[in-house]
């Protein structure tokens, strides 16, 4: 009897709730998202790229056809997402769907070779079908248009490693970030400014095509001599400033003008070769890998964090080239095994690394943190479980690349490779003399608005070369890599970070649970839950069709009878 009771009460309650909602629906439009993780809300910084819209956008949503029940889940979570978007926006955002592979033979391959540019590439999708296995290319992205212009967004990303389902899960929770980020590069009025610091023989002209490449849909990418900056004023109007493999120390001066940069409120990024190694000596005996200075040690300790003078290996790791012979008149160009060169796919759940696969490293050096009152320092990339450090010198040969390694001397894991460091920072040059030109009485002692960002590999940003055309690859793509690599991703995630950690890129802290169904619950309730969600709705609107027509019947017989 409690039992029925509850049933009773239950679908008294469901009764009551479908009425309440019904008839506000009917005279206030609202929103109330009841899911736990708020899957049908957006982020403050989504809504005000949404609200300040001045016209009509159009999304193409390329994932079509008969897909699979996961695929088909992705595929409702984008639908909903743009729906969500419309709700929230000042201008309609309609969607439909295309399937590149149905267009016309004639404009076919020239769509999708710019689809390609946007980052939207074919992906392989297996299926079980009637007993067998089929396969069929998809196209996990969408296009955003207005009148002028369009942007692309690759929507399926997620780890190395990750199971079907966990990429999934994790590409619906990126969807808010993606779409929002397509959207918001479309219809910026302007771009951002960062500098790339220059003067240290720092990059040429091939090596920093990639970094400029990445940057450039949200970026101006400036050169900055420091040499010719007269005061910090004069580094203000950059978002952050870049200082990627320098081979000369940087002096007193300098150091000034980037430590002042940061105390009012600049954002700096170093990616740091504390190791120099020439590769044209690694043929024969080899070569040596020494220490070299950069000058910013200590700037770096100041702020909370250490760069070692070691150089990491990983049993998770890349490929190098080596010429094996020659054959007529072309070299023979062999990729091997290169522990060097770090494949990690080890990332903290932060807005810059959560979902990232694989970066590479090549040639990277330990990090380790130092005490900083005030600064929090969070590691963002580690290597695997199979790692090693060597300590200075190191040596550097090709000819061990064809010798089996010692699985016993790879006994360290999870050794972080970039940190964040945020919070209060104190000047590097807080109670000590000021290089000459600087007036002490200008001097900040202390910032709370900057962020550093730490790597031990000055080529972690840096192009490499196509070995055929000689021509720089934009960042994250290697020749000899299995898969396209993450570094691009990193290196635009890390700026949006710095430059406005609230905005879009706040979405990616999203996190949706899996939630498997009760198999013993869904066994024993079956019937009840299929009465409330088929058998319910049906009788309710069956009595409210009749209800209405009764009660319209009765209102205009009563008023011909009188």
């Not at 005996?285 to 702020?303: E, H, I, K, N």
């Not at 290996?313 to 770090?342: K, T």
């Not at 970039?418 to 001097?443: D, H, I, M, V």
């Not at 690859?473 to 290196?491: Q, Y």
């Amino acid at each position: 009897m409690q039992k029925m009771n509850n049933i009773a009460r239950t679908i008294l309650v469901i009764v009551l709730t479908w009425l309440l909602a019904f008839g506000l629906g009917e005279t206030v439009r609202f929103r109330w998202d009841l899911t736990e993780e708020k899957r049908f809300s957006v982020a403050e910084a989504t809504r005000e790229v949404l609200s300040a819209l001045d016209e009509p956008l159009e999304v193409e949503i390329l994932l079509t056809g008969d897909l699979p029940g996961g695929m088909r889940r992705f595929q409702k979570a984008i639908e909903e997402t743009v729906k969500t978007f419309d709700a929230f926006s000042a201008t309609p955002i309609r969607f439909f769907y295309q399937n590149p592979l149905e267009l016309p033979a004639d404009i076919q391959q020239e769509y999708i070779l710019a689809l390609a540019d946007y980052g939207i590439t074919p992906t392989n999708l297996f299926a079980s079908q009637q007993g067998g296995q089929t396969s069929r290319l998809i196209f996990p992205g969408v296009v955003v248009r207005n009148e002028e212009f369009e942007v692309g967004a690759l929507l399926l990303k997620g780890e190395k490693g990750m199971s079907p389902d966990e990429i999934l899960n994790l590409s619906i929770e990126n969807l808010e970030f993606e779409l929002g980020q397509a959207i918001k590069r479309l219809v910026a009025k302007y771009q951002r400014s960062v500098g790339l610091v220059m003067g240290h023989g720092e990059m040429a002209l091939d090596d920093g095509f990639g970094l400029v490449e990445a940057l450039n849909d949200d970026f101006e990418v400036y050169k900055v001599p420091l040499e010719q900056a007269t005061n910090v004023e004069d580094l203000l109007d950059f978002e952050a400033l870049i200082i990627a493999g320098p081979q000369e120390p940087f002096d007193e001066r300098e150091k000034y003008l980037l430590d002042q940069y940061l105390m009012y409120g600049g954002n700096l990024l170093f990616f740091i070769d504390q190791m120099a190694v020439d590769l044209a000596d690694a043929g024969g005996d080899g070569t040596v890998a020494m220490p070299f200075d950069s000058g910013l040690d200590d700037l770096l300790f100041r702020y909370g964090i250490r760069i070692n003078r070691d150089l990491i290996q990983d049993l998770n790791f890349g490929y190098h080239p080596v010429v094996s012979g020659e054959f007529g008149d072309q070299s023979q160009i062999v990729p091997l095994p290169w522990p060097f060169y770090v494949m990690a796919g080890r990332m903290a759940s932060h807005p810059i690394t959560k979902g990232l696969d694989q970066v590479q490293f090549r040639f990277v050096s330990s990090l380790d943190t130092v005490k900083a009152e005030g600064v929090r320092k969070i590691p963002l990339i580690f290597s695997s479980d199979y790692a090693r450090r060597l300590q200075a010198p190191v040596r550097v040969a090709f000819e061990d690349m064809v010798q089996e390694p010692d699985m016993a001397a790879f006994d360290l894991s999870r050794l972080p490779m970039a940190y964040l460091l945020e919070g209060t920072f104190t000047s590097y040059f807080k109670n000590r003399f000021l290089p000459e030109g600087f007036e002490q009485a200008a001097l900040l002692e202390r910032g709370d608005k900057g962020r550093v960002l730490v790597v031990g590999d000055g080529g972690f940003v840096k192009s490499l070369m196509n070995p055929v055309s000689k021509e720089p690859l934009p960042l994250g793509e290697d020749p000899f890599a299995e898969a396209p690599l993450a570094n691009r991703a990193f290196l635009q995630h890390a700026l949006q970070f710095l430059s406005d950690p609230d905005g879009i890129i706040a979405s990616r802290t999203k996190h949706y649970q899996i939630r498997p169904l009760n198999r013993v619950k869904s066994v024993n309730q079956r019937f009840f839950w299929q009465f409330i969600n088929v058998a319910l709705p049906v009788a309710m609107v069956v009595i409210f069709g009749f209800s209405r027509y009764f009660i319209r019947k009765r209102r205009y017989e009563h008023t011909i009878h009188e």
